[in-house]
């Protein structure tokens, strides 16, 4: 069966990647590009931790048909950081230990980047609407919102 | 094993493709399909996409309302003028689903998925199939009978509606375990049109309480002619267990599907939280 070559901005740099017909968005990032922050879960849509933007707004990679994203722009957790700095939301997730054992923590750092993008000063409510899609099975939850809200903090949040 | 993907520009072609090769699927937003490849469903061979644009339009000038069968939850939500849909789109999923799940894969989800097809069954919506046995607009309730004897054919390029005539007329609620995304135990969408204080023509529908979202006749009848009251609604919630066939799931038991319609049937009649 002859693959299909897809061509698509990755974290800003453009990129060509012969994939399976049938194949996902997910594993053509972990096993095509070597980008492995995206995590996969259960590769049903109900864990979120194969969470990227496509063109800014939050997708499940892993029901991604990788063909779809040909001349659009994918952002995962890896393009966060800018050189040796981390992104707000990754300080603010580390400052609140927001990660435990981390598996969640691409996608809920996807999510949340979504939201504060679109809403940089979102309600405690809103934060957790925006993550609703994402399990965490390590911190109950709490810690993770209240970093978001100091991430967004930094912009002045609305406490509700 | 590899699949072919095929994509047309027109609806009409891709209807074509679906229709001529048993192992072909067409491919919306994918939520379910790729769950079904990603857990190795051999029976799709061959995935059928399309990217023509009228699949992805909402119209709302006229009276009645046309959303493309590939419009998403997100899409609708993003509307003004659909607000009155915003509490069924809402709660179909997190964000990410609803950057993907479209208007016509609700069609097609099996119980307890369809919430969104049940707000569509109250409202009175038609579909409109493009290479299929009908070219006119199918009443939904038929459509789904259709698709439960797998009798559809051809693709749904749309859904049509007429807005309801005050806001509060419609209305949704879904129940679910968890909050505030989880899969429904049920969800209810009521039109309750009012003249005189009293309903006149209410459209009731159910999800999760049988194979396919259901219309609730017998709450429907027991409706006519009453008020929004205690006692006005008193007929239609002993009559709301009629013709449902609620499944034990991983969500719920049928048991506890059927001792929680009356509770939330009720909250939704009296506009209760
Ligand atoms: C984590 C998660 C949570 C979910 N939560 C909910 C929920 O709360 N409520 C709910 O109702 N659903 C839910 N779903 C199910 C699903 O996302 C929705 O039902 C969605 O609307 C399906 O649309 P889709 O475009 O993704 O369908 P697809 O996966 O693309 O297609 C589904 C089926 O419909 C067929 N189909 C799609 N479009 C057409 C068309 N135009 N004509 C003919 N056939 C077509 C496909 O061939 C396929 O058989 C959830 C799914 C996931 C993964
Ligand atoms: S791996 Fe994609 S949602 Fe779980
Ligand atoms: S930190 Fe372990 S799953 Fe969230």
Redesign the pocket.
């Known amino acids: 069966m002859s693959k299909t070559a897809v061509q698509f901005r990755h974290n800003g740099s453009d990129v060509a990647v012969f994939v399976d017909g049938g194949a996902n968005l997910l594993m053509t990032l972990r096993e095509g590009l070597g980008d492995t922050a995206p995590k996969y879960g259960c590769g ?3 864990c979120g931790v194969c969470t990227v933007l496509i063109d800014g707004e939050p997708h ?1 990679s892993c ?1 991604t048909l990788a063909e779809t994203v040909a001349g659009r722009s994918v952002e995962t957790a890896d393009g966060l950081k800018n050189g040796p700095d981390l992104h707000p939301l990754q300080d603010a997730f580390m400052d609140h230990f927001a990660a435990q054992c981390g598996f969640c923590t691409p996608g809920m750092l996807m999510a949340a980047k979504a939201l504060l993008d679109r809403n940089p000063q979102p309600t405690r409510e809103e934060v957790v609407e925006a993550i609703s ?1 994402n399990i965490c099975r390590c911190t109950g939850y709490e810690p993770i919102i209240n970093a978001i809200l100091a991430a967004a903090g930094t912009r002045g949040a609305r406490r509700a | 094993m590899a699949i072919t993907v095929r994509t047309f520009e027109k609806l009409g072609d891709a209807a074509s493709a679906v229709m001529s090769d048993r192992g072909a ?11 079904a490849i990603n857990e190795g469903d051999v029976a799709i061979t061959t995935i059928v996409r399309t990217s023509d644009p009228a ?1 992805t339009q909402i119209r709302t000038a006229g009276a009645r309302i046309e959303l493309g ?2 419009v998403t ?1 997100a899409q609708i939500l993003a509307n003004r003028d659909l607000a009155f849909l915003h509490p069924a789109a809402r ?4 964000p990410a ?1 609803r950057n ?10 099996h119980a307890p ?5 049940a707000a569509l069954l109250a409202l009175g919506a038609t579909v409109s199939v493009s290479g299929g046995y009908s070219a006119s607009d199918t009443p939904l309730d038929e459509f789904l009978s259709a698709r439960d004897r797998g009798g ?1 054919r051809g ?3 749309s859904v049509t509606l007429a807005r309801p005539a005050a806001p509060d007329a419609f209305r949704f609620r879904k129940v679910s375990r968890v909050k505030p ?1 989880g ?2 135990v049920l969800s209810i969408a009521a039109l309750l049109p009012v003249a005189g204080g009293r309903i006149a023509g209410a459209r009731v529908a159910y ?1 999760g309480l049988s194979p396919a979202p259901m219309r609730a006749r017998g709450v429907e009848r027991a409706l006519e002619g009453r008020s929004l009251d205690e006692a006005g609604i008193a007929p239609a919630i002993a009559a709301c267990a009629e013709g449902i066939s609620p499944s034990d799931d991983a969500i719920a038991s049928a048991w506890y599907r059927r001792e929680i319609l009356p509770v939330h049937l009720k909250r939704l009649l009296l506009g209760q939280a």
Do not use: H
Request: proline fraction near 0%; charged fraction near 10%.
């Open positions: 049903q849509g109900t499940l029901l899609g | 699927r067409f491919l919306a937003g994918g939520t379910l399909v790729m769950r699949l069968a590939g939850m709660i179909v999923g997190g689903v993907m799940a479209t208007v016509g894969g609700n069609l097609f989800a998925y369809g919430d969104f097809t559809t693709l749904v390029a995304k899969i429904a999800n």
